[in-house]
């Protein structure tokens, strides 16, 4: 029998949004008069209990009809933390997604025209089942839920989303992987047409983005497909239409705009690795014990900062999350397989 | 008239950081984005990065068109270089690193750029209190040999780019390939003039 014990870290069942609240969230804004954009008013999710502040704003509208339909039924996940969510502001304007440019602001400039409606995902590798599908497809099947995780970049700063979307696992049990499938290997668009800076001379990473994740990590309770972000539809500087999230991870693990899954035997060379493999590891969990080798990983600032506080938190192993992803790790060298 | 004008428009980035500082401030348009103090910081130390260039860019500019005006603010340059320099590290100091000191050292440790650049801007200290006509004078033929410091403090800088970069070195090329350009264009000075020469020659 499966006891499950309360650990430090662990998500408090008091820090998970009641879903009476979460569901009466839009009835909430309507009655302070609030639209689909109303960035900078403040919006107590859960004002009448007396609940933390979740949100400032949502997410404008942008998704297809089928998406927008879905997100009629969001309902709150677990494992979300009650820690105030980066203002959607902010979330959506401060992004590595080089693809789109190397600086914080060119994804949001320059990912505007960016054509994420029709999309397809091919599934592909040791799975009984593989094909190309339509997104529509892919998301179908699965009740769309809320999960506010936090998000720690290489760089040392982080973030709190409030992700929508649904279990990896879930996804990837439908295609009955084989056993032979002992990797996840995870592939970006590559359209260079649409995503200016893969076509630069000087691109430092090769295209396509490529991730990986052992498949026990992938089919662990975290790990996550997102399709929006703060109630609605995702913005294409965050990855739209559909993206991984990997909260115990580095930032990078987390990629955009997949359009390839395939089950693989061996494990698959990601974009970073292949970049620079003394400096990003194929696992890049979160540890402060181990520095980047020019700079140190025990603490981030957590964003928005001010011009003068810099908001710096103390970086948690598995960025808060190791009760839920520590024993995929028990008998391996973080330092060495970092 | 052509160094006060000069010495407005170098004013400019500063202006306009404090502009935007001010409407940060007063809650007007948050053009600095989620991480302000940093945006800040980097955009400080981009134009030191400017300003060293184009000081290093006056002599060749002169030689190569005889235009002599342009000595004239070769010293209001490399100032505004150090004066850039300065409030760069200093808003690392205050803004980012808040002056926790404590973390200074691991920090110099752990970031080999932040060593790096420190050294290139104290190379920038002698440079600029020698930067009048009384250290010219007492230092004489030593004053030159000095002031070729700033190649040192070019290459440091260009080190200092690339290694803070995550990944895309695109910006460190080129600051790369410009000082490379200026530095060679001091080697090959003498090949230079003589090019000069059989040019006028020809005319």
């Known amino acids: 029998m499966l006891i499950k014990r309360a650990q430090a870290g662990d998500i408090r069942s008091s820090e998970i949004t009641s879903e009476t609240v979460f569901h009466e969230r839009r009835q909430i804004l309507k009655a302070m008069g609030i639209g689909a954009v109303a960035l900078g008013t403040p919006v107590v999710a859960g004002a009448t209990s007396g609940e933390r502040q979740l949100y400032t704003t949502q997410a404008p509208l942008s998704g297809p009809a089928w998406l927008q339909n879905k ?239 810099q908001n710096y938190v103390e970086t948690l192993k598995f960025n808060g999350y190791a009760p839920l992803v520590a024993h995929l790790y028990k008998d391996m060298d973080l330092r060495k397989q970092y | 008239m052509f160094k006060l004008l000069t010495f407005l428009l170098c004013l400019l980035p500063l202006e306009y950081s404090i502009y935007q500082v001010y409407q940060l401030q007063t809650d007007g348009a948050n053009v600095l984005g989620a991480d302000p103090a940093k945006a800040l910081v980097l955009l400080q130390g981009e134009w030191a990065i400017r300003f060293l260039l184009l000081t290093l860019l006056v002599t060749p500019v002169r030689r190569l068109t005889g235009w002599h005006q342009a000595q004239k603010i070769r010293r209001m340059l490399g100032l505004f270089t150090f004066a850039y320099a300065s409030i760069h590290l200093l808003a690392y100091l205050f803004l980012l690193l808040e002056l926790d000191f404590r973390n200074l050292g691991a920090d110099i440790l752990k970031r080999p750029y932040i060593t790096i650049g420190f050294t290139a801007y104290l190379l920038l200290v002698p440079l600029a209190l020698t930067s009048n006509s009384f250290a010219i004078r007492l230092l004489r033929n030593r004053w030159a040999l000095l002031h070729r410091l700033v190649y040192g403090v070019a290459i440091l800088v260009v080190v200092h780019v690339t290694w803070l970069a995550k990944s895309s070195y695109s910006e460190a090329i080129a600051y790369g390939v410009i000082v490379t350009v200026l530095l060679l264009s001091r080697v090959f000075k003498d090949k230079f003039a003589l090019f000069q020469e059989a040019l006028k020659r020809r005319v």
């Open chain 1, 71 to 309: 997100l009629n039924t969001l309902t709150p996940g677990q494992y979300s933390t009650r820690e105030p969510a980066t203002p959607f502001e902010y979330v959506s304007t401060y992004n590595n997604f080089y693809e789109f440019g190397t600086g914080k602001t060119d994804p949001a400039d320059n990912s505007q025209n960016f054509v994420t409606d029709p999309w397809k995902v091919e599934v592909t590798g040791e799975a009984e089942l593989t094909g190309t599908y339509n997104l529509e497809d892919i998301v179908n099947p699965y009740a769309l839920e809320e999960r506010v995780y936090r998000l720690r970049c290489v760089e040392a700063w982080s973030m709190v989303v409030p992700w929508v979307g649904f279990s990896l696992a879930n996804l990837l049990k439908r295609f009955k992987p084989n056993s032979n499938a002992k990797y996840v290997r995870f592939e970006t668009l590559h359209d260079p047409e649409q995503m200016p800076a893969q076509g630069s001379r000087f691109a430092a990473i090769d295209y396509p983005y490529v991730e990986g994740l052992r498949i026990d990590e992938a089919m662990n309770e975290l790990a996550f497909l997102a399709v929006g972000v703060y109630g609605n539809a995702m913005p294409n500087q965050n990855g739209a239409p559909i993206r991984l999230v990997v909260p115990w991870k580095y930032g990078f693990k987390s990629i955009k705009s997949i359009v390839k899954i395939e089950f693989t035997k061996r494990r698959p060379k990601t974009t970073w690795e292949i970049s620079n493999s003394r400096e990003y590891g194929f696992y890049a969990n979160v540890n402060p014990d181990v520095d980047h080798p020019r700079w140190s990983q025990a603490r981030e600032r957590r964003l928005p900062t001010s011009i003068f506080n």
